[in-house]
């Protein structure tokens, strides 16, 4: 192989990792509000994602146009993640971090059968926004659907970073998030931030879905996977920060796919849990994170 | 002040950051053994800070503790207990889910031994530890005046008497030093009165005891020596007598209202 | 030992015998109903049914150790593990390439089992377990899922997706138990073996050590109890529980699928115990008997039955979180009160 192609196939690898990592990177984003609001493990996060997918498949296929179909199914899989939390988190008497993981299991097992039993069974999928086209640059091959998907992950992140530092109702999510008590007792309603939790969490996911089904196809039993390697990005990043998370996806993705491509393609999957056990093993507090104290 | 009682407890230069903040700084004393401490202050004080770095909930940035002069601060909270130090919380820390005789049998956990060996084949002798565990489970209860609720669960309890039974839990484990954090708070005064009795009654069978507490006049009833913090920093120590004229800790009380 | 304390108030007297008397009455109880529905059990194959019925009561014992065992560690130690069905999977899998592969004696497949899911479970457990929060989840859920690639992988071992093949009957002298009545008394066996137990370990110092971490794990270590040697003691042995059902169920089929040991399995394990009743004894019961019956009455209904799992979790979470078996024992409080 020459430099020159030696150098593309790193190229190509480079922007496919990138690509892959945006989308890891918005599902963390959304593990992490949840976990910051609640303490808990969101296991419907990953069939967020491929709620995604499926709906906009689903209006694309009922012939409306490609930008409309994700848009609309990125409104209402944010509205599924209020309904969620409205309807499930709110109503607990006692919200422990355990219940409420075992309650997005439940939630998890229902969304991934009701999918099945609305969508079926059959993989779905769109052509990206500006269609199939594959650019070339420095004689990498570069689906135009990955500069999308970069594109829009950076935009959606930028636009919660400006949530989170500039408007009240974000810096009132990170003032729960610090400490529950002193937020309540300067006035911020706690049991509404978990709710906007839920909605930026199911946003993110559903975003996320919508962009990445072009390039991978999605179908109902999608969801577990992928949602276990955004929270493997999480925890690379540190569970619990926000812009570790996003480091972590995009690591991750990278990671993932230079891996497919040097080593095999068997390895991808495996690559998220190796990742996750390594930090486990050596670094529990991920690469940004700080362990937390617990107060009584 | 003679040292005719060798120190239980030992602080040394101890510290606590949290981010930008200096909880604790730089704090020495020492609690010796047979006496009741208290530590007293205004709020932010860093009081619970304090009893959580001695108990082992959290890690200081600085310093040293000892416990009968063996250094504790880097043992995890469970190897503190074994070594004689047992706390309650001022969040309760009630196990709901069992009941009333259940949560002291949990306290009983370092003075007794069987492994999960023998609790799955239930041996003889650990059918036999359970009936001691149970029986003096039962008298400490009986002690504390629970005993007719042993069997109800222990969600079922009054916030007093979930605080007694925080407090004959830390007693199973027979500790040589009890942290009591503000076992007066939230009751009422004739009840502060008894759990005053009750822990003067502790300390002449033997126990040392550190308090902290906001209700004065338990303090200054019961307490052998004081210890005053401010800001997370020693202001004042010595007996009540002696603190209550001292004029940094009239300052740093009346200070609170004076919002200059 | 303690002495009579001066003006403290009320010191009730001496202590009343009679309530002690009706705790352990309490503690007969559970036992006695133990042994009562046992040997009801062993009634199964010997009222002559056909193997239909005899397998699906096999299938619920074997289900039950799976079952009772995950309630133990989710609802007793507060710990969640959605990588159960992957120990199963590794100890039928074990236990199946010890016989058809390696040609040993199948009856040293059930102890291998026990053995290799209970490492498995230490190099999982140890890093996840020293963090606090439910970091155990995702490991497991993980560890499920390399596991089922494995399984999928290694064809000269697992004989990848077409399933082992050659696994050995069980055999007494010559008698081999090579069919579904013939292996009942085993797995009955084992299974009433597992859930005595699991009901000493409950009711045992260790069990209350256990309840203590997943209720206040702060207030736990504080009385001296180190949580995470006892996650991982639990953890660890309940995954050798998982992996002998999974032996017994290799050597109940002669035969293992990569896809009955998938994590969508160890989910559904987890949605069982909470339909039961996570941390009731009698929820593992109920849950293994959903899990078993239910997808034989659902037949027809087989796409629904994972959103009714689903939604029924969901509701038991929410509105019954005492699950069937808290159901049950508001029941029996109802009848009491009627019949006094």
Known sequence: MSAGSAGATALQLLFAGVGNGAIYALIALGFNVIFKSTGALNFAQGEWVMLGGMIAAAAISAHAPIWAGCLAAVAIVAAIGLLSERLIVAPLKRPTPMLITLLSIGLAISTKSMVMLVLGKDPAGYPGFSGDAVLNIFGARVPAQTLWIIGITLVFILAAHFFFERTILGKSLRAVAADRDAASLV??????????????????????????TPQTFTSYDQGGLIGFKGFSAAM????????????????????????????????KDAVAFIVLLIILFALPSGLLGRSEAQRV | MSDTAAALLDVRGLACRFGGLQAIAELDFSVREGEIKAIIGPNGAGKTTLFNMISGVIAPSAGHILLSGERVDTAPAFRRARLGLSRTFQNLQIFKDMTVLENVMVGCHTRSHCGTVRALFRSPRARAEEAGIRERSAELLARLGLFQRADEPAASLSFGESKLLEIARALAASPRLLLLDEP???????????????????????????????????????????LVLDHGRKIAEGPPAAVRNDPAVLAAYLGEDDDA | MAKPSDGIDPVLGPIQTDARDDRSRVHVGARASLVVVWLALLAIPLLGLNDYVVSLGTSFLINLILIGSLNVLIGYCGQISLGHAGFYGLGAYAAGILSAKLGLNPWLGLPAACVVSAIAALVIGIPALRLKGHYLAMATLGFNAILSVLFDQLVPWT?????????????????????????????????????????????????????????????????????????????????????????????????????SFG??????????????????????????????????????????????????????????????????????RLWRRWRS
Not at chain 1, 194 to 206: H, K
Not at chain 1, 236 to 259: D, H, P, Q, S, V
Not at chain 2, 194 to 216: C, F, P, Q
Not at chain 3, 316 to 329: I, N, Q, R, T, Y
């Open chain 3, 263 to 332: 994590f969508s399995t160890s989910i559904l394990l987890v949605a069982m115990v909470a339909l039961g009743g996570w941390g009731r004894y009698a929820g593992a019961f109920f849950g293994a008997l959903i899990y078993t019956v239910a997808p034989e009455l659902l037949r027809t209904f087989q796409d629904a039955q994972y959103l009714i799992f689903g939604a029924g979790m969901i509701a038991v979470l929410l509105f019954f979180p005492g699950g069937l078996a808290g159901a049950g024992e508001g029941v029996a």
């Open chain 3, 159 to 259: 004989g990848g997706p077409n399933g082992l093949l050659g696994v050995k009957p069980l055999a007494l002298a010559s008698f081999a138990l090579s069919n579904q009545a013939r292996i009942f008394p085993l797995v009955w066996l084992c299974a009433g073996l597992v859930m005595l137990a699991l009901l000493n370990l409950i009711q045992s110092r260790v069990g209350r050590a256990m309840r203590a971490i997943a209720t206040s794990e702060i207030a736990a270590q504080s009385l001296g109890v180190d949580a995470f040697h006892y996650k991982l003691i639990v953890f660890v042995l309940t995954a050798a529980m998982a992996g002998l059902a999974g032996s017994l169920y290799v050597e109940s089929n002669l035969y293992a699928s990569p896809e």
């Open chain 1, 236 to 267: 690379l990043g540190g569970i619990g920060n926000l812009y570790g998370g996003m480091l972590g996806g995009l690591l991750l993705g990278l990671l993932e796919t230079f891996a497919a491509g040097y080593v095999s393609s068997h390895f």
């Open chain 2, 184 to 226: 007066a708070a939230g009751i009422s005064h004739d009840a502060a009165l008894r759990v005053g009795e009750l822990i003067r009654a502790l300390n002449r069978d033997g126990l040392t005891v550190l308090l902290v507490e906001h209700n004065m006049g338990l303090v200054m009833d019961i307490s052998h020596s004081i």
């Open chain 1, 187 to 212: 006035g911020i309603n706690v049991e509404r931030s978990v709710m906007w939790s839920f909605v930026i969490g199911a946003l993110a996911g559903g975003i996320a879905g919508a962009i990445i």
